[in-house]
Structures are given as C-alpha cells and as structure tokens.
C-alpha cells in the first residue's frame, strides 16, 4: 500500500552562451502573446491531447487567475518586480514533433546544440540520453537500445501523454497538484516540453540522463514539466542543465518537477541553472520517497534575475531519506532565494539539507528552508547546514529556517555560517603569486567544493567554470 | 656585496597606526642565510610580512630593493613572480582547495606561463619525496586539519615548488619535532643553490645547527641592534637576550626618548 501525499500534506509545505539563432529561428507555431482560456484550449488542441489533459489545463488555468501572488514561505517578493504575464508568449513550436534521430533535427537547431557540445557528449557516450529543450518542444530525444530494452522510458512529456497515457495519468499532477501555488497551477495550465522517466521495478541506469534546456526567443515563457516515475528497487540519475543567451526584457521560466520514488528505489535529480539574468526562475520541484527509498537533489543556481526554488522530499514511507545539496551564486542585480524543505511523514526517517551560496556584488542569497516532521515520525532524524560567503561588503545573504516539530522522538541538527573572504587567506594565496581575482576565485571554488564533487565529471568543470566567470563579472 | 640580491634601509612599518619597525637595515646576498632572531614582538614576523607586502602592514618610510627592483609599490602576487617567498608563521588554510590544485595553479602564476602536467608532478613528488611528505598530502584541501608540522612541511614544500630567489622563513621549526626538524632542515639544505638568499627568523640554535648561517641578527623593538656571525647565535643560546640588550639600552634610549 503506497500512501499518497494527500492535500492536507501538501498544504503544510507552506557561460555565457551570448549566442542566438533568433534570426534563423523561424517558429513553425506560435500562440499569441498572453494568457487565457482560448489560448490554453488552443495549446492543448495543437498537440492533439486527449481530453483528460485539455480538462486538467482548463481547470489549472482558472485556478491561476484565482490564486494571489506567492507569499508566506515563497520569499522572493515577486510582488515587487515587474512581471507582467500578459507580455509573454505562452507556447511556439520550433519543429512539427519529438525528432527520433540527430539528422532529422533542422541544420540551425543542430548549430545551436554545436555550441552547447550535445553531440561530443553523445560522442563519448557519457551519457544514456539526451533531451534538449528548444523553447517550447524537446527535438531531439534519444536513448541508448539496451535502456529501452530493460523498458527505461526517456521522452519529452508531450510523446509520452500521447504514448504512455496510462502511466502518465496514473501519476501526472499527483505530486504538485495545480492548486499547489499559482506557478505550479500556471504550469499545469501552459505547459509544454521537459521529460518523462521511467524506470521499472530493479532497473538500474548506470549512467546519467540528460536534457539542456533554453529559453531561446524573447519574452518566450519556458513551462516544462518534468516527471519521473523509478519503480521498486530502481535507480537512475538525471540531470538537467540550462544555459540562456541574454534578452532584454523579463522572460519567465516556471517548471514543475514531479519524481515518485518507489519502495527501496533512489534517484538522484541534479540541475545546473544559469539563465540569464533578466529571467524570473520559478520553480517547483517536488518528490515522494517511500519506504527505503532515497531521493537526492543536487541543485546550482547562478543565472536567472531572481530565483525562488525549494526542492523538497516528502518521506512517505519508514527509512526513507532526502537529501538537497544546493548551491546559490548572486551577483550584481541578482536574488537568489533557494533552498529545501523536508517534510517527514513516516517512522524512522532522514533527511540532510547542505546549502551554500555565494553573494558577489549587490547580489543577495537567501537560504530558505522547511523542516516538517508530523507526529508518528518517530525516531526522525533531520541535519541541515548552511554556510553563506560573502565576496564584497555589500553582498547580503540572509537564512529562514522554518521549522515545525509534532514528534517528540527527532533528532534534529541546524548550523548556519556566514563569512567574508578574510583578508590573511588573500594574502596567502597572493604570497604565492596568484592576483587577488585568482586568489578570490579559489577560495569561492574551495567554498563550493562539497557540491560540485557531487556533480558528473564534465558538469563539475563546467561550473567551476561559471563560477570563475561570474567572478570576473563576465556573466550578467 | 657584489650580488646583493635584498637590500633593506631604513624600513619603518606600523600596523594599526601603531610603529613596529624602527628603522631596519639588512643587506641579504644571493648564496647567503641570514639568521633574525630576537624576543617575543621584537617585530621578526612584521618585517616578513611587510617584506611580502601585506596590505595591513603599512610601511611608513625607508627603502626595499629586490634585485635591484623598488617592489614596496608591488602587490603580494607580484612580488611572489619577482621571486620572493615567505614561509608563514601561521599558514592559513583554504577548504575545499586541493593542494596539488594549489600548488599547480602558484607554479604557472609564478612563472607567467603553463607548466606542462608531467613536469608539474615529476617536481611536486620528488620534492614531497625529499620533505618525507606522504603523497597524500597533494590531495588534500591546503593546510585544513594539518597538525602544526605538517603545515610547516608543506610551507617547505610550496618553496621547492616556487624556486624563488630569497625565502624568508618565519619559524618553519616551531612546532616541529625532533626528526621533522632535521627532515625539514636537509629539504631546505637540499633545495638551496647558490642564487638562493635565505633569511631565517628563529627563536632556537637547534635549527642553525643544521642550516648554518653565515650572518645572525638580533631584532629588539622594531631595530637591529646587533649582528655578527654564527657565534651569536650560540651565545645567545648561553646567555640569553639581556647582556646584549643592556650593550644597546643607552642607543635605544636616545633613540625612542624612553628606557628600554
Ligand atoms: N596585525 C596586527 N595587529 C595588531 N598588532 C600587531 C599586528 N601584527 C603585529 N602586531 C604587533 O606588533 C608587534 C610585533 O609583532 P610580530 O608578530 O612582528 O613579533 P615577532 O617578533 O614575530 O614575535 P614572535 O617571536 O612572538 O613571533 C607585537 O607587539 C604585535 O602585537
Ligand atoms: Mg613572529
């Protein structure tokens, strides 16, 4: 017996790429700009959904028009900014469908996933799959033939409404309900693209599958929605990784991340955002483990204009574990407010928070997280740490630990650090020659270090690399 | 002196609006070690540090001349590419850096260009081999849980890596035991070359036994008030600081208006 996460559940959760192909880039569709029911019904009628999705648009899009604007544990003040949704496309369509194989994707798509290295990493085969996110549509997805043989799903989401309904509607919107918050409910109502995973009961993926996402046309909403499904016994690890070409005006990207983690099944999920940094970065990203079960969220934030994302866990079922390793970088202009919750349902169960950011400039961190154990959780154990660095004086970083204990049995732990690079570790490094830049630079890769070593090989390089650029103030 | 390679005159350094040094004078030779010795405070670890050009250790007025170049203008890192090298008192240590991370990165900056990985290793592992450093030590984060020799050792290790001109060390044999003093005193004996100029700030003999100077100097509030040859040294160790305090206290008095 799966318990579900019920309402009353949920409720308590209170390289710059400067390129861009735009001029190539000739939508073969596209909705007009803002929102409302007809263009909701138009999206879902131009991909030829059934009509149980039609249904769940419709009802999420007025369920978006009802709910105010996040407040409460959301804490990016989003109120504040100038984030008008009626100035925003909601749905275009790059390429007619899902292309199967690399020389069916047209010549100017193929140019910008060039430069983004897809292909070499096809190449060395270090990954199972890829999925890549041109605006609105995955384009090209592939898999290796012996996942597909032991019946590993890896498709973007639309193929997988229209070929694996039942799987899709057994669990789709289970873990983020659209009355969740108002981005989840707009999501729900707009979405188009990200990925379906799923992997059977003792299947075990040995190497990460991946999907790049970009937000490639000005004022162009990304909505993917992700689900991933790991049966029994079951392991796999996915990663996604975002990079942006600068715009000028406000792009919004809000995605909702969906895993079930079956009974002694454990997926890891990790992202590497770095959006540009006029992009609104609203994401919910939510799983359930149950019993034994372990789910792992390794999560970088350096771009986007402001960021509100908090992974969580639920832990549904007896020793199960959640972790989140996040990791926020802010520079000039720049909000990052990530963090985690835990919501502790079941017995025995554990979970750790690592998060560690670093404020540059007049950009400012925030680590915002929720602990929730319910009563019957005993013998719960929760750990959190969170060390903040600050680069300049006016870099700001500030902690909301929320935390709400009904079990009398836990073992919960808190530490939080917030510190400036120290003058006599500059003088050290420069004593060996480096500039004051190098030396900063390696304190900072230093600090974030616990993190990265968490990341697959060609992904930790690539953000140490980021990392090093912001630090130039080269990126934003 | 023919090849001067450092020549200090005059050097006054306050720290926090306070003067530590009053005016030293020191000529250090390539080939040539150079003992500072002096009381606790005298100002030995001040003068490194101005030396290497800390930014809180403000020099007020005098001259330091390194191969013949004024570097009192020059940053830390430039100073470093010009040659020069401290080994620290207090090394500091940096989470999440590896040391051969480090170290590979000191190396290129240092020389201004890329140093081919072989030759990198080749170098760091028959220097570690030389300091009886396990080769462990390469991966771990700079100095973080180093015992007190251990980060001794490694300051060694970073001077073997840097090649420089003149290494100041700021007591490298404090906290050191017996055999890590002798192992640490035949690296930097076996690292030292002719073009090398060393200065040694020490409080003990027992490190002059093994890395012999040519020229000791006794530091006392902020001056030099003596300086002569390996025997001071020794007479030191017998006698202690006072008989040559007293020698110096009618010049100190002149000097700062007050008794020493
Ligand atoms: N950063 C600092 N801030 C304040 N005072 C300082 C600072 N650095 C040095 N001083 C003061 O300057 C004086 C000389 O200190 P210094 O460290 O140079 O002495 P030292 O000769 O190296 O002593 P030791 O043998 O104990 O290492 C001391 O009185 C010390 O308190
Ligand atoms: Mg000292």
Redesign the pocket.
Known sequence: MVAKITPEIAKQDGYKFGFNDNDRATYKYRTEKGLSEAVVREISSVKGEPQWMTDFRVKSYHHFLERPMPTGFWGGNIQNYELDFDDIYYFARASDRAEQDWSDVPEYIKDTFDKLGIPEAEKKSLIAGVGAQYDSEVVYHSIREDLEKLGVIFVDTDSAVRDYPEIVRQYFGTIVPPADNKFAALNSAVWSGGSFVYVPAGVKVDIPLQAYFRINKENMGQFERTLIIAEEGSYVHYVEGCTAPSYSSNALHSAVVEIIVKKGARVRYTTIQNWSTNVFNLVTKRAAAYEDAVMEWVDGNLGSRLTMKYPSVFLMGPHAHGEVLSLAMASDGQHQDAGAKMVHVAPDTTSTIISKSVSRGSGRTSYRGALKVHAGAARSKATVRCDALLIDQQSRSDTYPLMEVEEEQVNIGHEASVSRVGEEQLFYLQSRGLSEVDATKLIVNGFVEPIVKELPMEYAVELNRLIELQMEGAVG | MADTLLTIEGLTVS??G?Q?LNGVDLAVGRGEVHAIM??????????A?ALMGHP??QVTGGTVRFKGEDILALSPDKRAQRGLFLAF?YPMSIPGVTMVNFLRQAMKAVRGEDVPVREFREKLFATMKLLKMDQEFARRYVNEGFSGGEKKRAEILQMGILDPDLAIM??TDSGLDIDALRTVAEGVNALTTPKLGVVL?T?YQRLLNYIKPQFVHI?YQGRIIESGGPELALQLEAEGYDPVIEKYAPALVAATGEKA
């Open positions: 720290v926090e306070k530590i002096g009381p606790n405070g005298s100002g030995k670890s001040t003068l540090n809180r250790y008192q700021d007591e700030i409080h530091l």
